[in-house]
Structures are given as C-alpha cells and as structure tokens.
C-alpha cells in the first residue's frame, strides 16, 4: 500500500495567513493526488483533485502544487470558516489512501 | 442538487452482521463508480471498497475482503455494503461517496455511525 504522509498535524493560524500543508507519497503517485477538507461533525468535501485542479464551487484561495511524491496544499489568506481537518489521499492506486490529516484551528 | 443518504448504522454484537444503505438523488447513479470510506472515532478516513458503475466489477480493502460485500441497485438509486463477522476494529462511521472514473470520490454523503460492542 502506498503510505501518505501529511504535515504538520495541526496548525494554528490568524484570519489573512498564507498556510501551507504537505503531503509525502511512500512511491511515485504521478498527479493522482486529492486533498479534501472536513469540518467537525461533517462529510468530507473536495477541494482540489489531480494535485492542482480547483474543484467546481471551491474558493480560489485553495491551490495546489506537486507531482511524483511530494504535494502541497496553500490557503492564501485563512477564512475563518476555513478551520476543520484536512486530507490528502492518492487515487493512483488500490488501496486508495489518505495521510493522517492536518487540523487547522483559527487564533 | 446531489444527494447521499446513508442509513442502516447500529450498535452490533461482535461477529454479527449489517447492512449499510446509500439513497442517492440529483445526478444519474448509473453513470457513477460508487465508494465506501470509513473513519474511526477520532481517526482519520480510511478507503474500504468501490463498486463500478454497472456492478460488475468490485473492489475491496484487505482489512475488510471476504467479510464485506459491495453492491448496488441502479433502479432503486441505492449502494450497498453487507458485512458480515463485524469485529470491533470496524467500528466507525462510514461515509458513502461517488466518482465518476472510479478514482476520487467528489462528493460524500453524512455518514451512518457503525458501533461493534458487546
């Protein structure tokens, strides 16, 4: 199975903040990597697909970047509604698998 | 607009079984691979089986192959999942989600809370 490794594990940033997450593929995952975000209590939503792909009705604050084994997530100025748990997870291969979160609280 | 009801989630004694729903409406079922995902209390997802569009073709984590069967119903816009010799590891919330080439799951359903305990 391909191990996903996220970073950091929780981060606390003030509304404006430019935030960065990674992401770290156990093996090449070419773009095939997702990142979703969950706030408590709720399903999961797509926010980008395919390592750079801004999913329909996701804010162009969201971005993604990388290929290969090494991917990022940035929130170009932090919303406050933008808190909850993130996740990236690689569609490259069976088993689908996501990294450990990273849970972004809001100062 | 697109929906995903899931249903079916009780406290279960270990070793017995379950069968998880998924009402789908808004979009053409038919057309959709169709997931299973998980997440333990206070634990991350975790990806448990897909099911192609026409049920031909299924697909299974190995912590749950051989205990848990995925199908669908196109007429009736339902998934699936029965799991059998539920053991306390499967205890989660387990989340129904569509994708349209089998890969990512766009969107997700509110999820149904599985308990196994004695």
């Known amino acids: 199975d391909i191990q996903m490794t996220q970073s950091p594990s929780s981060l606390s940033a003030s509304v404006g903040d430019r935030v960065t997450i990674t992401c770290r593929a156990s093996?090449?995952?070419?773009?095939?990597l997702n990142w979703y975000q969950q706030t408590p209590g709720k399903a999961p939503k797509l926010l980008i697909y395919?390592?750079?792909g801004l999913q329909s009705g996701v804010p162009s604050r969201f971005s993604g970047s990388g290929s290969g084994t090494d991917f990022t997530l940035t929130i170009s100025s932090l919303q406050p509604e933008d808190f909850g748990n993130y996740y990236c997870?690689?569609?490259?291969?069976?088993?689908?698998?996501f990294g450990g979160g990273t849970r972004v609280e809001i100062k | 607009e697109v929906q995903l009801v899931e249903s079916g989630g009780v406290l279960v004694q270990p070793g017995g079984s379950l069968r998880l729903s998924c009402a789908a409406s808004?979009?053409?079922?038919?057309?959709?691979?169709m997931h299973w995902v998980r997440q333990a209390p206070g634990k991350g997802l975790v990806w448990v089986s897909r099911?192609?569009?026409?049920?031909?073709?299924?697909d299974y984590a190995n912590s749950v192959k051989g205990r848990f069967t995925i199908s669908r119903d196109n007429a009736k816009n339902t998934l699936y999942m029965q799991m059998n010799d539920l053991r306390a590891e499967d205890t989660a919330v387990y989340y129904c989600?569509?994708?349209?080439?089998?890969?990512?799951?766009?969107?997700w359903g509110q999820g149904t809370r599985v308990i196994v305990s004695s």
């Open positions: 093996q090449s995952i070419r773009i095939y």
């Open positions: 997870q690689q569609s490259y291969s069976l088993p689908f698998t």
């Open positions: 395919t390592a750079s």
């Open positions: 989600a569509r994708s349209e080439h089998g890969g990512r799951p766009d969107y």
């Open positions: 808004g979009f053409t079922f038919s057309t959709y691979w």
């Open positions: 099911i192609n569009s026409d049920g031909s073709s299924t």
